[in-house]
């Protein structure tokens, strides 16, 4: 497993919660909501990624595609 993918979905996880309460102090819960959410599309995106990898390594093992 690549160390890389953690260090990044790490560090989207330290901007995104920096953003998210200085919107919030800011008074823009709306913008933080929507920074929070887009942090966690861009998390997840990445390990979506990963898993496809993943699928296509275990069906090329196995001879099934």
Known sequence: MNIE???QIAGIGI???ILHALLKQAG???YAFIVTLAGVAIAFIMVIQVLSQLFNQVKSVFSLG
């Open 15 to 17: 901007l995104t919660s």
């Open 5 to 7: 993918l953690i260090f």
């Open 28 to 30: 823009k819960e709306e």
